[in-house]
C-alpha cells in the first residue's frame, strides 16, 4: 500500500494532516458554539455554518488562479497557513456576547476561508504533480487514497481533542455538559421559556451549582461554555504551527512539483508532444464540470455531519455508552483497532518472515491494548454530540487499506471501476447510508415540538444508528472524494490544473452552502423526512452521472 511512492506525498500528507486536524477540531463544536454562545435558532445557525463552508471550499478556485499565474504553488501554500493561523487565533479569543464579539468572529471564519483556499487546492496539485512523472504514474489513485486517508487522520482526533479542551475548561468553572442548558438558558433570559422548561431549568442549575438564581446561572454557564469553545479552537493554532514546521522541513521531497503554470508552458515549448488541441481541453474541461454537479449534492449530504446529525446526535440520541457500545467512544481503542489493522495488513504484504513476525507482534500488542482499556473503562460511558464525528474518519482509514487492496485485485484483472462509475456507485450508497438514519428517526417528535423542554427528546435512540450511517456514508466517501480528486489531476489540461482543482472545491462550496437548506427545513417536518430529501437527491444524482458515464470514460481514457 505504502510502496512505491515518492517521498513527497508523505511529506504533503503529514502537512495536510495537521491542518485538517485544527479545521475539524473546530468544526466538532462550531455549530455547538453558535447555539450556545448567541443563542441563535437553527435557521441562523445553518445560514452561518453552510455558508462558512461555501466560502472555505470556494476559495480554492481563486487560490488556485493565483497559483497558476503568479505565486506558484509553493508559496501560494505558506502565505495560506499564515493566515488561517491568524483567523483560528482571533476565534479562539473569548469575547463578550454583543454584535463586537460577533463581528470579530465572522471576520475570523473569513481569514480561515481565505487561508484555506490558498492551501487546500493547491497543496493537492502538487501531490498530483509528483505523479505526471512515468515513473508513478500508475500510482496516482493510490497516491491521492493515502493522502485522503492522512486527512482523516487529523480529523480521527479532533472531536476528542475538542472535546477534552472544552470540557476541562467548562470543569474549571465547576460546571459540566448538559445539551439542554444552553437553550432553556437563553429561553429564560430573553423571556421566552414556557412553565415545563422554566422547572427544567432550576433543577438543572440547583444539580450544576446549587442556586435558585437562574439568571445569575444561565449568564455563568452561557459565558463559561462559549470560553471553553474558544479554547477548543485555540487547538488549531498549535496544529498549524506543526503543519508548518512539516511542510517547510521537508521541502526538498517535492519542490520539483512545486511550478506556476508559466514554468510548465516553458518545458512545453520543448515538447510539443504534451500540448492538447483546443478541443481536447474543451472536452476535459467539460467532463469536469459534469462531475462537478454531480458532487455538489454529495457534499450537501455529507456534511451535514456538521449540522443536522450534529443535532441529531445532541437531541436524539442516548447520551450513555453501555456494553461493547463504549468501545467506539474512546479514541485510545479506535487507535488500537487502527493499528491491528495495519499491522495484519502488513503481514501479508510483507516479503521476509522477519517482517512478517514484527507485523504480527505488533498487532497482537494492539489487541491486547484494546482488550485491556475496554476491561478498564466505566461501566457507563457519556456522549457528547461533537464525538460522532471521529467515526467518519475512523472508518475512512481503517478501510482504506481494504478498498486499495480490492480496487489493485480488480486491476491486475483489468476489472477495476472507472473513477467516473465509482462516484455514480458512491452516491447510490449515500442514499442508503441516510435510509438508515431516517428508518431510525421513524416516530421521533419534531424539533419544534420539543422546544418547551430544551430541544432534547425524552425517546432517545441507540448511537447505533448515527455509528452506522456514518459507515454507509464513509464507503461512499472513499468511492467519490479520493477518486474525485485523483479525476481531476488526471484530466485537468496542464495549464489549468490550479483552476480546474479550484473548480472541484468551489463545487464542494455550492454543496456545502446547499447544507443550509437542509438546516432550514429542520425543527417543523417529521425526521425521516428530512433525510428522505438527501436519498431523494442522491438517487437522482446517481442515475445523471451514469447517464454521461460514456463521455466521462471516454476522456478519461485519451488522458
Not at 430541544?455 to 432517545?460: F, I, Q
Request: glycine share 8%.
Amino acid at each position: 500500500m505504502f510502496k512505491n511512492h515518492p517521498k513527497g506525498l508523505y511529506a504533503l500528507a503529514l502537512a495536510n494532516t495537521g491542518e485538517r486536524f485544527g479545521y475539524y477540531t473546530m468544526l466538532a463544536i462550531f455549530v455547538l458554539f453558535l447555539q450556545a454562545k448567541f443563542g441563535l435558532s437553527s435557521k441562523e445557525t445553518s445560514d452561518i455554518f453552510g455558508g462558512f463552508l461555501a466560502i472555505v471550499y470556494f476559495m480554492p478556485l481563486f487560490g488556485g488562479i493565483i497559483a497558476d499565474k503568479w505565486w506558484g504553488y509553493g508559496k501560494t501554500v505558506t502565505i495560506g497557513i499564515i493566515v488561517m493561523f491568524a483567523g483560528y487565533l482571533f476565534l479562539s479569543i473569548p469575547t463578550a456576547r454583543d454584535s463586537f464579539s460577533m463581528g470579530i468572529m465572522f471576520a475570523a471564519l473569513f481569514l480561515i476561508a481565505l487561508g484555506t483556499g490558498l492551501f487546500k487546492g493547491n497543496l493537492q496539485v502538487m501531490v498530483g504533480n509528483l505523479y505526471d512523472n512515468p515513473k508513478y504514474s500508475t500510482q496516482r489513485d493510490s497516491a491521492f487514497s493515502i493522502f485522503y486517508m492522512a486527512i482523516n487522520l487529523g480529523a480521527l482526533y479532533a472531536p476528542t481533542a475538542a472535546t477534552k479542551v472544552t470540557n476541562y475548561f467548562l470543569g474549571k468553572a465547576g460546571l459540566s455538559y448538559n445539551a439542554k442548558i444552553p437553550n432553556l438558558a437563553h429561553q429564560y433570559l430573553d423571556g421566552a421559556i414556557q412553565p415545563q422548561g422554566l422547572t427544567e431549568l432550576t433543577d438543572l442549575a440547583a444539580a450544576q451549582t446549587g442556586t435558585t438564581d437562574l439568571t445569575a446561572f444561565s449568564n455563568l454557564y452561557i459565558d463559561r461554555l462559549s470560553e471553553a469553545y474558544n479554547y477548543g479552537f485555540a487547538v488549531a493554532c498549535f496544529s498549524l504551527i506543526v503543519s508548518m514546521l512539516i511542510y517547510v522541513v521537508f521541502r526538498k521531497t517535492y519542490k520539483h512539483a512545486d511550478y506556476s503554470s508559466k514554468q510548465l508552458a516553458t518545458a512545453q515549448k520543448a515538447d510539443d508532444t504534451k500540448k492538447l488541441s483546443p478541443q481536447q481541453t474543451k472536452e476535459r474541461i467539460i467532463a469536469l464540470v459534469l462531475v462537478f454537479s454531480v458532487i455538489i449534492f454529495f457534499w450537501m449530504s455529507f456534511h451535514q455531519n456538521g449540522l443536522t446529525m450534529t443535532w441529531f446526535a445532541r437531541d436524539y440520541t442516548a447520551n450513555l455508552a453501555q456494553g461493547l457500545d463504549r468501545i467506539g467512544f474512546d479514541v485510545l481503542n479506535l487507535t488500537f483497532i487502527l493499528v491491528a489493522v495495519y499491522a495484519l495488513f502488513n503481514i501479508f504484504q510483507s516479503a521476509t518472515a522477519k517482517s512478517k513476525l514484527i507485523a504480527g507482534g505488533i498487532s497482537g500488542a494492539a489487541i491486547v491494548g484494546l482488550i485491556i482499556n475496554y476491561m478498564n473503562m466505566a461501566e457507563n460511558v457519556e456522549i457528547v454530540p461533537q464525538i460522532f464525528q471521529q467515526f467518519n474518519p475512523f472508518f475512512v482509514v481503517v478501510l482504506t487499506p481494504i478498498s486499495l487492496a480490492i480496487f489493485g485485485a480488480l486491476a491486475k484483472k483489468g476489472k477495476e471501476p472507472s473513477a467516473p462509475r465509482k462516484i455514480g456507485i458512491g452516491m447510490l450508497i449515500a442514499a442508503l447510508g441516510f435510509a438508515i438514519l431516517a428508518f431510525g428517526s421513524m416516530g421521533l417528535a419534531t424539533p419544534d415540538a420539543l422546544e418547551a423542554v430544551g430541544g432534547v427528546s425524552s425517546e432517545l435512540v441507540s448511537p447505533n444508528w448515527l455509528i452506522s450511517t456514518y459507515l454507509v456514508l464513509t464507503f461512499a466517501e472513499l468511492l467519490l472524494s479520493p477518486m474525485g480528486i485523483s479525476f481531476v489531476s488526471k484530466v485537468a489540461p496542464p495549464q489549468y490544473k490550479g483552476l480546474m482543482m479550484g473548480g472541484w472545491f468551489a463545487a464542494t462550496a455550492i454543496g456545502n452552502y446547499m447544507v443550509s437548506i437542509i438546516g432550514r427545513v429542520w425543527g417543523g417536518i417529521q425526521l425521516w423526512l428530512v433525510w428522505g430529501i438527501l436519498i431523494g437527491l442522491c438517487l437522482l444524482s446517481a442515475l445523471f452521472m451514469f447517464s454521461i458515464l460514456k463521455k466521462l470514460e471516454r476522456v478519461t481514457k485519451d488522458c
